[in-house]
């Protein structure tokens, strides 16, 4: 037979013995098949854009981390909904721009919350990413920093457990079951041993991130064969940094003082045991089945003791203006990792696609059949993720500290680094102005990513639409 007749029939013969095999096993539903089985969301804390060797660093190689982007897909035009890490944790967890639910800063004492004009801990009753999970069918657990209500003064807030998750274990910033650093120096774990609501444990802060990787990989054990979605946020760059004599030696040399050392230190041994979880999960047989997601909560450091003494912190936000703490892009932009064997390919680079902290949920429950809320702020970022950029998206709307005390800021910084308390990103374009739209910043992120020339005034009517679209958000803020 000549043609293409023949191709025909072998193709037809190929479907008939694939639907005869498919028949002999247990049946799976298509959703089933296109879901992922398992997923994995890392946050690292406090971390600078170009902190990883995959995005920049050139001092300390960070090989675990470097291979799931290498092997997956890498976005750079993510951003977290707050350079702050409570109000950040909240955009992720709820898939709305935090300032609406009242997180606005880092939660902290009372007196700090009333100061900021905001919550003393996220309202349990709100959707959330885990919840949504877990009606899906995903055993579901927290693991390491929490920071959305109970510690320091506050030791009533809810039990993590209580948004969404089958199990918690924590350390100082949340209750429940919890690990606290030994090195008590702010005196912040002593605060949370005397709330109670345990058990608790001690133990040195080298060690924690190697415990926080040992408890999920245990919970992952005892899950069996059902799905499940852990949540490992870790806080090993978050200074004090406090590497113990085997996580020194490596790094000596590295830094450009003791303090990047030691920073060097940590970085470092998180990837270690980063790379030793994704390991087990290989050797166990679910990485092919697990969709792994890693970024960060806000920008580096920026803490006053170096800026008292004319120092940079550890941590590098590249090219981008600001840190922690500033909604300029320092404070705001972060690697975005994705990695999913299958489903995306190998090598994916993302230079367009507008992301936010607040598409995680709609993104991760889309793709695990669940049905998210029409009201999250958030959009799915799916068809980035497994196929071609998305080209546009909604305003994405920030805000830092804005109902504070006048003239008060939450953290101090470098005057160039201190931000309008809000901003709208729409586009190439980024406003950041007051709540009632004085002191307006008008910035073209495609020609100006580091934020140096404010173009306000070269094109007032873009400014003015903006400004007004910050002044009628702030509007619908709660107070």
């Known amino acids: 037979m000549a043609g293409p007749y023949p191709r025909l029939i072998r193709g037809l013969l190929v479907c008939c013995g694939l639907a005869l095999a498919s028949c002999a096993t247990k049946p799976e539903s298509h959703a089933e098949a296109q879901r992922p089985k398992h997923i994995l969301f890392i946050l690292v804390d406090d971390l600078g854009y170009a902190d990883f060797s995959v995005t920049g660093n050139r001092k300390v190689p960070t090989p675990n981390i470097d291979r799931l982007a290498q092997q997956g897909l890498l976005m750079t035009q993510f951003s977290v909904a707050a350079p702050i890490c409570s109000a950040s944790r909240a955009g992720l967890m709820t898939g709305t721009f935090p300032a609406r639910n009242r997180i606005l800063s880092f939660i902290s004492n009372r007196k700090h919350n009333e100061q900021m004009g905001q919550a003393n801990w996220l309202d349990p009753a709100l959707p959330t990413l885990p919840r949504t999970l877990r009606d899906a069918g995903y055993a579901t657990a927290h693991i390491g920093k929490w920071h959305l209500g109970g510690g320091r003064d506050i030791g009533e807030a809810p039990l993590i457990t209580e948004y969404g998750f089958d199990e918690s274990y924590t350390q100082f910033e949340g209750l429940g079951p919890r690990v606290l650093m030994k090195e008590d120096t702010a005196r912040l774990a002593s605060q949370s041993a005397a709330l109670g ?4 444990e001690w133990a040195p802060k080298s060690t924690l991130t190697e ?41 000596r040399g590295k830094g450009d003082d ?8 940590v970085l470092v041994a998180m990837d270690a045991q980063l790379g030793r979880l994704i390991d087990t999960l290989r050797t166990s047989g679910k990485l092919n089945d697990t969709l792994i997601v890693l970024t960060g909560d806000n920008g580096p ?31 705001l932009r972060e690697p975005l990792i994705v990695y999913w064997p299958g489903r995306i390919e190998a090598g994916k680079r993302d230079d367009t696609t507008l992301a936010n902290g607040v598409d995680l949920y709609p993104t991760l429950a889309q793709l695990a059949g669940a049905k998210a809320p029409a009201t999250l702020d958030g959009v799915s970022l799916a068809a980035a993720w497994t196929g071609a950029p998305i080209q546009s998206r909604p305003d ?84």
């Open 211 to 251: 415990r926080y990787v040992s408890k999920a990989l245990d919970f992952i054990q005892r899950t069996g064969d059902r799905p499940w979605f852990v949540q490992l946020w870790l806080d090993d760059v978050h200074d004090p940094w406090h590497p113990d004599e085997v996580q020194m030696p490596p790094v």
């Open 197 to 200: 609501h345990g058990p608790i």
């Open 258 to 265: 003791a303090d990047e050392e030691r920073f060097f230190a």
């Open 301 to 331: 450091s920026g803490s006053a003791q170096y800026y008292e003494k004319d120092a940079t912190p550890p941590g590098d936000a590249l090219q981008f203006r600001g840190r922690k703490g500033s909604l300029y892009e320092g404070g």
């Open 396 to 479: 994405i709307f920030y805000a830092y500290g804005g109902f504070g005390v006048p003239g008060k800021s939450p953290r101090p910084f470098l005057d160039r680094d201190v931000s309008p308390p809000f901003a709208v990103r729409s586009g190439d374009w980024k406003l950041l102005a007051r709540g009632d739209g004085t002191g307006a910043e008008l910035y073209n992120l495609a020609t100006d990513v580091s934020e140096s020339r404010n173009v306000a005034k070269e094109n007032p009517d873009v400014a003015a639409s903006l400004t007004g679209k910050v002044v009628r958000w702030r509007k619908t803020l709660p107070q």
